[in-house]
């Protein structure tokens, strides 16, 4: 598929990035019920489960970016909105995101896919979805691309995937995270994570992670080397990043892929627009808008309009799987 001309045409301050992104989280107040269904994993931990079922054929598996949850603004809002399409959603939150602890001494990273298989095994054994379409945001949305393009036998049930946002190269966006603008998102994301891996370290006293480089730890570069890397075997962090990136694999996707990256993301640089992938794609849509942010595109800052993205994704949805 070529690459598609975006509709995307925000008001004025929606075209500052940094408001776009910020927005929802500061501002959004919609609310949602979902019914929790935890499912044991075959480590012997767990994941929960969050549904938001109305009655329908078609399910939407939802995952949210680094540190967030099934709660995150950009999460409920497209539940919400594909809810009103006569969509069932269901949305995974990783280990350790939705408000208890994991089992385990390491919890989630951006490539970890065997926790998505787990969840769709789940699916499949226990509902009778006529379609199944997995919806990433951020970290989400590269692990779904790597599902998409690493996995020989994907479930036929599955009829495509929607990513949004995606570092789909780690150090580049790592590296894109480290500069001066982005200093406030990186704070807010080491702060939970340094947290949650102090809690980690009080459970789990006989391990090798070195408390002193934690503390010190001012980049995504040193957090992983200090704390990724080592809990999941990877020699460093770019072992890390090379091995879990969804890039390298998007010219293996073999079902309809959207991927909607805003070119005015700052949490992204240059490598993680995969533009030659995309150009002669069979399956893959890469959409480029000039402005959006990171997980933004929002359309409406008076009244409630914000759905830009919402609606785009419940388009794409009823595109593929007419």
């Not at 769709?120 to 509902?127: A, P, R, S, T, V």
């Not at 790592?174 to 982005?182: C, E, M, Q, R, V």
């Not at 340094?194 to 006989?206: G, H, Q, S, Y």
């Not at 002669?280 to 359309?299: I, R």
């Amino acid at each position: 598929m070529p690459i598609v001309k975006s509709t995307y045409q925000p008001p004025l301050l929606f075209k500052n990035n940094h408001f776009n992104t910020i927005y929802k989280t500061l501002f959004f107040k919609n609310n949602i019920t979902y019914k929790r269904k935890r499912i044991s994993t075959p480590d012997n931990d767990f994941l929960d489960l969050d549904f938001s079922i109305v009655g329908s054929k078609t399910l939407v598996i939802a995952m949210h970016g680094l540190e967030g949850s099934s709660k995150s603004h950009y999460l409920v809002s497209v539940v919400n909105y594909l809810n009103s399409q006569k969509i069932d959603c269901v949305a995974l939150n990783f280990r350790g995101c939705s408000g208890e602890d994991n089992n385990h001494l390491y919890s989630y990273n951006s490539g970890k896919t065997d926790d998505l298989s787990t969840v769709l095994n789940y699916i499949l054994e226990h509902y009778s979805y006529k379609n199944i379409i997995l919806l990433g945001y951020s970290m989400g949305g590269n692990i779904t691309l790597k599902y998409m393009g690493e996995t020989n036998k994907i479930p036929f049930e599955i009829k495509g995937a929607i990513a949004i946002s995606v570092p789909c190269d780690l150090e580049g966006s790592s590296n894109a995270l480290a500069k001066w603008y982005n200093t406030v998102y990186i704070q807010k994301f080491l702060k939970t994570l340094k947290k949650k891996t102090f809690i980690k370290l009080e459970k789990f006293p006989d391990n090798n992670i070195d408390k002193v480089a934690i503390l010190k730890a001012k980049t995504f570069e040193d957090f992983d080397n200090a704390v990724t890397a080592p809990l999941f075997q990877f020699k460093n962090a770019k072992d890390y990043w090379n091995k879990c990136s969804s890039k390298p694999l998007i010219p293996a996707i073999n079902k309809p892929t959207l991927l909607i990256s805003a070119l005015d993301d700052s949490f992204l640089n240059e490598s993680c627009y995969p533009i030659e992938e995309a150009k002669n794609h069979k399956y893959l849509a890469f959409e480029m808008p000039k402005y959006g942010g990171h997980v933004g595109f929002n359309t409406s800052y008076v009244g409630k309009d914000l759905l830009w993205s919402e609606k785009r994704i419940s388009n794409y949805i009823e595109h593929i799987i007419s």
